[in-house]
C-alpha cells in the first residue's frame, strides 16, 4: 500500500505533480527532464510513468518521449463543462458591465478552445462556438495562456505548430511573441489588434492559479472597443479572472 502523507496518498501526488509538469512544458517531456523538474528519483518516475501509461493518460512516442494521452481528454473535457459552468455568471456580469461579448479559454495540447461565451447586446457583436479551437500565438486568450508558460515551452510548441498569419497584423515570429509574453507577465494583459480577424479587437487576462492554464476576453469590433474603453475594461477582467479562480480551489 502506498504511504501517506498529511495531506494525501504521496504515489497519487507525484503522479498529478508529473502529468502537471507535462503540461507546463507543452505535453512532452523526457524521463530525464522530469527527474530534473520534479526532483524525484529516476526509479520512481519510471515506476509512476508506468502506471501511467499504462492507464492510458501519458503515452510514449517514437522519439521516446512521454506526452500526455488520450485518457485525459475526456476528464478534461468533462471538468471544463463544469468549471464552464460555474463561471457562466461571471462572464454574465463581465459581458453586462463591460458591454462586449465575454469568453473563457482552456490550453488545450497546441490550441485554445473556448468553453463558455456570454454574447453582448449589440446587434453587432462577437460570436464564438464554444468548443472551437483556435491558435495560440494570434488570439488574445492564446497569449495569455502562453503567457503562463516558460519561455522554452513556448519555443517548443511554436516550432511544433508553426505561427501561419492570420491577418496582416498576426505575430510570425517567435522572438517577437516571447517579448509580448514578457510584457503581459508585466502588465497582467495582453490585446489582440486584429491578429485573427480583421476589424475585431480582443484584451484577454490569464486566470491565475487554475489548475488547467485558463484566460478570459472581452472582444469586440475594433470601432467600439477602442484604447480607452480596454483602458476601462482591464480592471474588470481582472476582477473577472480573480472570480472565475474560485472555481478552481
Known amino acids: 500500500m502506498a504511504a501517506e502523507t498529511p495531506v494525501g496518498v504521496q504515489s497519487v501526488g ?13 505535453g512532452q517531456m523526457s524521463i530525464s527532464a522530469l527527474a530534473a523538474a520534479s526532483g524525484l528519483p529516476l526509479p520512481t518516475i519510471h515506476r509512476i510513468i508506468r502506471t501511467l501509461t499504462e492507464s492510458g493518460y501519458v503515452r510514449q512516442d517514437a522519439s521516446r518521449q512521454y506526452t500526455l494521452g488520450p485518457r ?12 464552464a459552468a460555474g463561471a457562466q455568471r ?3 456580469e463581465l459581458a453586462e458591465v463591460a458591454g462586449e461579448t465575454a469568453n473563457m479559454a482552456l490550453y488545450d495540447g497546441d490550441r485554445a478552445v473556448y468553453v463558455a461565451q456570454v454574447p453582448s447586446h449589440h446587434s453587432m457583436r462577437m460570436y464564438t462556438e464554444v468548443g472551437r479551437r483556435v491558435h495560440l500565438h494570434a488570439t488574445g486568450v492564446g497569449k495569455a495562456l502562453l503567457s503562463q508558460m516558460s519561455d522554452s515551452a513556448v519555443g517548443k510548441l511554436m516550432t511544433s505548430t508553426g ?22 507577465r508585466e502588465s497582467g494583459h495582453t490585446v489582440d489588434d486584429g491578429e485573427h480577424e480583421v476589424g475585431v479587437r480582443c484584451v484577454a487576462v490569464p486566470v491565475p492559479d487554475a489548475a488547467t492554464l485558463t484566460a478570459i476576453s472581452v472582444s469586440g469590433p475594433a470601432s467600439r472597443l477602442t484604447a480607452e474603453v480596454v483602458d476601462r475594461v482591464v480592471p ?12 478552481f480551489a
Open 163 to 184: 505561427m501561419p498569419p492570420l491577418t496582416d497584423r498576426t505575430i510570425t515570429d517567435v522572438n517577437v511573441l516571447l517579448q509580448v509574453l514578457a510584457e503581459i
Open 14 to 26: 507525484r503522479a498529478f505533480h508529473l502529468l502537471h509538469l507535462m503540461s507546463e512544458a507543452g
Open 90 to 92: 461571471d462572464l454574465r
Open 236 to 247: 474588470l477582467l481582472r476582477e473577472t479572472a480573480t472570480a472565475v479562480a474560485k472555481h
Open 72 to 83: 485525459l481528454i475526456g476528464l478534461g473535457e468533462s471538468a471544463s463543462h463544469m468549471l
